[in-house]
């Protein structure tokens, strides 16, 4: 069973740039699927962004296209979610989930304990 630990949150004026990172104890980290999702108070969980196994594949929710990108090391057993342009909106606790299927079957199983990003204006 795969753990994921996410780093890199924190807080940042509106137009500014994080970058989280999530590091994966498995060590067939390169066959899972990875995402990110985010949960805003009161709101319901979001996706944000997902990478396949290779890397090849991105995906990306509409709010946050153009803004930020997905990546991973399979070496270092890391995705990574560059986010530029951060807007309050954007303000979340930041999850990392896997994933053994194809992100469009939409079935993480594994998930970090979040992260917190407050974007201010």
């Known amino acids: 069973q795969v753990q994921l630990v996410e780093s890199g949150g924190g807080s940042v004026q509106a137009g500014g740039s994080l970058r989280l990172s999530c590091a994966a104890s498995?060590?067939?980290?390169?066959?899972?699927?990875m995402g990110w999702f985010r949960q805003a108070p009161g709101k319901e969980r979001e996706f944000v962004a997902a990478?396949?196994?290779?890397?090849?594949?991105?995906y990306y929710a509409d709010s946050v296209k153009g803004r930020f990108t997905i990546s991973r090391d399979n070496a270092k057993n890391t995705v990574y979610l560059q986010m530029n342009s951060l807007k309050p909106e954007d303000t979340a606790v930041y999850y990392c989930?896997?994933?053994?299927?194809?992100?469009?079957?939409?079935?993480?199983?594994?998930w970090g304990q979040g992260t917190q990003v407050t974007v201010s204006s």
């Open positions: 989930a896997a994933s053994r299927l194809p992100h469009e079957r939409n079935e993480y199983n594994y």
């Open positions: 498995d060590r067939t980290f390169s066959s899972y699927t």
């Open positions: 990478i396949s196994y290779s890397g090849r594949t991105t």
